[in-house]
Nanobody, 120 residues
Framework: QVQLVESGGGLVQPGGSLRLTCAAS????????MGWYRQAPGKQRELVAT???????NYADSVKGRVIISGDNAKNTVYLQMSSLKPEDTAVYYC??????????????WGQGTQVTVSS
């Protein structure tokens, strides 16, 4: 079993900044990708950013230039640095980890989510 614990969400004014943290623990095996996703009320869950085991990152067009994804392998932790936040960034943000399991199978694990609200 793998547990992902997220923190760092909260209420922030437009133009403000937040840093989200996701700490992974449990039966950790070879990582493939970790990433952040978000879901706003009435909308589908969407990709925000991902980072591979090799350190390659990818961002959604809606957040390019405003967010940075990074990781700390020693702490099994991934971060999402967010700036210039807009009201449309309001959503529950989820951390996801993809890793190799037995029989060369991959499996995805999700965190519980942390609320980000951007409002005046």
């Amino acid at each position: 079993q793998v547990q992902l614990v997220e923190s760092g969400g909260g209420l922030v004014q437009p133009g403000g900044s937040l840093r989200l943290t996701c700490a992974a623990s449990g039966r950790l095996r070879s990582m493939i990708t970790m990433g952040w996703y978000r879901q706003a009320p009435g909308k589908q869950r969407e990709l925000v950013a991902t980072i591979t085991a090799g350190g390659h990152s990818n961002y959604a067009d809606s957040v390019k230039g405003r967010v940075i994804i990074s990781g700390d392998n020693a702490k099994n932790t991934v971060y999402l640095q967010m700036s210039s936040l807009k009201p449309e960034d309001t959503a529950v943000y989820y951390c996801k980890r993809d890793q190799w399991e037995e029989w060369a199978l991959s499996r995805s694990y999700w965190g519980q989510g942390t609320q980000v609200t951007v409002s005046s």
